[in-house]
């Protein structure tokens, strides 16, 4: 099981940036798909989660009308876009896989940095 994420670096506060996770060794197709994030000092928290046929999504309520989620199950691969990104965002951004708590995958995470 591989998720590999990329996309990640340092943007200046208001500018937008798209995190990728590419996956392989199980069907993505079956499993939900969500990422999390964790900042220094803090726990780690989702960001935004999308079910097996993209048909619905959920945002933290911080992250709503600003970050999309979403998925091509043709190509095993789940995106995040962020827009207005806010000092705050900075974090290291998780790609999961989830179905069960024995099938529960993560990348390695990227870090995004907003910074002037």
């Known amino acids: 099981v591989q998720l590999v994420e990329s996309g990640g670096g340092l943007v200046q506060p208001g500018g937008s940036l798209r995190v990728s996770c590419v996956t392989s060794?199980?069907?993505?197709?079956?499993?939900?798909m969500s990422w999390y994030r964790q900042a220094p000092g803090k726990e780690r928290e989702l960001v935004a989660s999308?079910?097996?046929?993209?048909?619905?999504?959920h945002y933290a309520d911080s992250m709503k009308g600003r970050f999309t989620i979403s998925r091509d199950n043709a190509k095993n691969t789940v995106y995040l876009q962020m827009n207005s990104l806010k000092p705050e965002d900075t974090a290291v951004y998780y790609c999961?896989?989830?179905?069960?708590?024995?099938?529960?995958?993560w990348g390695q995470g990227p870090q995004v940095t907003v910074s002037s």
């Open positions: 999961n896989a989830f179905t069960s708590p024995s099938n529960d995958y």
């Open positions: 060794g199980f069907t993505f197709r079956r499993y939900l």
């Open positions: 999308i079910t097996i046929d993209g048909g619905r999504t």
